[in-house]
């Protein structure tokens, strides 16, 4: 879809996009200012609040009920039998007891937001969160609930919302990815890759994965040890590598999967030098290290049962990391909390006992999220820096056996911070944290999607790309910048 008249602006560059001649042309323009993307040939739809995002996901489903959004009626009603009014139908269990949280809520800040004990160290921040307590999914399985989170489709074969920006907005620097993804240090949430995957969008826009405090934190980027690999012969292979890449590309300009690839050599080089400097932590100060909870022993620290002080510094680093990422130009920044389901758990899905599932990671999540906000607000960066917190549904007021809660895809919390975000309560719950208090008016992952795209001066309806004959998009055919949580 593009006027083919060669005098037109869009034309000539439709045109000068085939072979790896136009590729470099365009990566020149818009490195010169003259083109952020081919999708966006004049430039933002209107000014941007936010120039980067933070992507927080706890993988497994966090419970909202017992963190942000207090419930005094599951107080009240604690043990007796829950009765909503309305049939129930969960996940894999039938309807407890009333479920009070395991955890205290108390007033912060000068808004008065009550927060449970766990998340205790969000209270110093909680003026500049919006907290959206009336957020509805679409499913109460893992891995179509996550997928509706990352991509705004709960099945497979849609790009990643960091896929999105960084096709939309390019990169703001030679040396770094545009979208970085920070996994759970014990391996990869439900749909693994495909949360941050490009999909039908250039190869180039994908995720890359960086595993903070590992030996080698980014995969394959330097060459085994060898005794008969040296630095120079190296480079002489990655030299005829990329020549003979060069000459097969050009003989298929239709295909951009080894431009990408090409790219990610190119990259890959830039990286040995730039990411090895902002993955070193030990440029930071101790006060630093402190205000992010990093343990004295590092990604050393026990493990071997899950508890807070290796919750935090694991979480804590990844946040610091993902500060220091995007101090350096990085778009977006994908942090997870938790990874795909096992026994014991070691993530949020806590269908037998919240307080022992929760109470790690919560603690873990919260001072190490508190600590961000603060770094970036302290460092002049909150301003243009847009946070999102989720998870891929909620989960219920009443009980699964004593201690655990089921799925609840009818009602659970995002929240926004910094970017022109103007702090405060913005949609609710209704009186158990079931469903939402306006049940004609709940808000959905697109509406999130719109206002993250609008704060980067984005128009959501615009940035699109035509796929099998469908000009798709990150909020399909849906989605409302929410303006009331704006400032």
């Not at 590729?23 to 609040?49: K, M, V």
């Not at 705004?152 to 939309?168: A, D, L, V």
């Not at 103007?422 to 004609?440: A, I, N, Q, T």
Request: glycine share 10%.
């Amino acid at each position: 879809m593009f006027d083919a008249s060669p005098l037109s602006r869009r034309g000539f560059m439709s045109h000068a996009s085939m072979g790896i001649a136009g590729i470099a042309l365009a990566d020149l323009f818009r490195r010169e200012g003259l083109l952020a993307n081919s999708a966006l040939p004049q430039g933002l739809h209107h000014p941007p609040r936010a120039r980067r995002v933070i992507q927080l996901f706890m993988a497994g489903a966090a419970s909202a009920v017992d963190l942000f959004d207090h419930k005094p009626l599951l107080t009240k009603k604690h043990g007796e039998p829950w009765d909503p009014g309305e049939q129930v139908e969960l996940f894999q269990s039938t309807p407890g007891a009333c479920l009070k949280s395991p955890w205290t809520f108390r007033p912060y800040g000068e808004s008065g937001k009550e927060l449970s004990d766990v998340v205790a160290p969000l209270g110093t921040v909680v003026d500049d969160i919006a907290f959206i307590h009336n957020v509805v999914g679409k499913t109460g399985v893992h891995s179509q609930g996550t997928l509706l989170q990352t991509t705004g489709f709960n099945m497979p074969g849609f790009p990643s919302c960091g896929s999105w920006i960084s096709y939309g907005l390019g990169s703001e620097t030679e040396n770094l990815p545009a979208f970085v993804v920070l996994p759970d240090h014990r391996g990869l949430a439900s749909n693994g890759a495909k949360n941050w995957s490009s999909a039908f969008l250039p190869a180039e826009h994908q995720g890359t994965v960086i595993r903070p405090g590992q030996a080698e934190p980014i995969a394959d980027l330097r060459p085994p040890a060898s005794s008969f690999i040296t630095a120079d012969s190296d480079h002489d292979g990655l030299d005829l590598l990329s020549r003979l890449n060069r000459r097969y590309a050009e003989e298929r300009s239709g295909d951009d999967r080894l431009s990408a690839r090409i790219r990610s050599y190119e990259l890959a080089a830039a990286m040995q030098l730039s990411a090895t400097e902002a993955l070193d932590l030990a440029q930071e100060p101790r006060y630093i290290h402190d205000l992010y909870g990093l343990a004295p022993e590092g990604p050393g620290v026990d493990d071997t049962t899950i508890n807070e002080k290796a919750e935090t510094e694991f979480f804590g680093r990844k946040c610091l990391v993902a500060r220091r990422l995007l101090e350096r130009g990085v778009r977006f920044v994908q942090i997870w909390s938790g990874n795909d389901n096992g026994f014991p758990r070691r993530n949020w899905d806590s269908h037998e006992d919240v307080h022992r599932d929760h109470g790690p990671l919560a603690a873990g999540m919260a001072r190490g999220t508190g600590a961000l906000i603060a770094d970036l607000k302290q460092r002049g960066l909150l301003d243009d820096t847009l946070i999102l917190w989720t998870t891929e549904f909620g989960r219920m007021p009443c009980s699964q056996g004593s201690q655990g809660r089921d799925h609840n895809p009818f009602v659970f919390t995002n929240w926004l911070c910094g970017g022109g975000v103007r702090g405060g309560v913005y949609g609710e719950s209704d009186e158990w944290g079931f469903k939402p208090l306006d049940r004609d008016h709940p808000t959905q992952v697109y509406d999130i999607h719109a206002t993250v795209l609008h704060q980067l001066g984005i128009d959501h309806t615009k940035l699109t790309l035509r796929h099998n004959g469908i000009d798709r998009r990150l909020t399909d055919v849906h989605g409302h910048v929410l303006h009331d949580l704006l400032l």
